[in-house]
């Protein structure tokens, strides 16, 4: 299984930007699956992610700004972020909770990772 994010690049502040990661594989089901965060000399947070059931979750400092959303026939995850501070630089990971289609293993995986710059 492999994660493949896109989107990232450099956007002055109160732009814009989309990204999206697309899973592929032995893929039986995705059950979560989310963006994190790292900034420079920071730990990796949670921005956002839409679990099995289509239900959300948002960091506190993205609520509002952030939206994330799935779709299941491509294996696919988005996430739009409107009104971009430059808080919001960081290297952002793409995260999904996969069921292997073959040993049926619950496994966590990562992406590449993709660099979003907001300038002031």
């Known amino acids: 299984v492999q994660l493949q994010a896109s989107g990232g690049g450099l956007v002055q502040a109160g732009g814009s930007l989309r990204l999206s990661c697309a899973a592929s594989?032995?893929?039986?089901?995705?059950?979560?699956m989310g963006w994190y965060r790292q900034a420079p000399e920071k730990q990796r947070e949670l921005v956002a992610i839409?679990?099995?059931?289509?239900?959300?979750n948002y960091a506190d400092s993205v609520r509002g700004r952030f939206s994330v959303w799935r779709d299941n026939a491509k294996n696919t995850v988005y996430l739009q972020m409107n009104s971009l501070e430059p808080e919001d630089t960081a290297v952002y990971y793409c995260?999904?909770?996969?069921?292997?289609?073959?040993?049926?293993?619950?496994?966590?995986?990562w992406g590449q990772g993709t660099v979003v710059t907001v300038s002031s």
């Open positions: 995260n999904a909770d996969i069921t292997h289609s073959f040993t049926r293993y619950r496994t966590d995986y």
């Open positions: 594989g032995r893929i039986f089901t995705i059950n979560a």
């Open positions: 839409s679990d099995g059931s289509g239900s959300t």
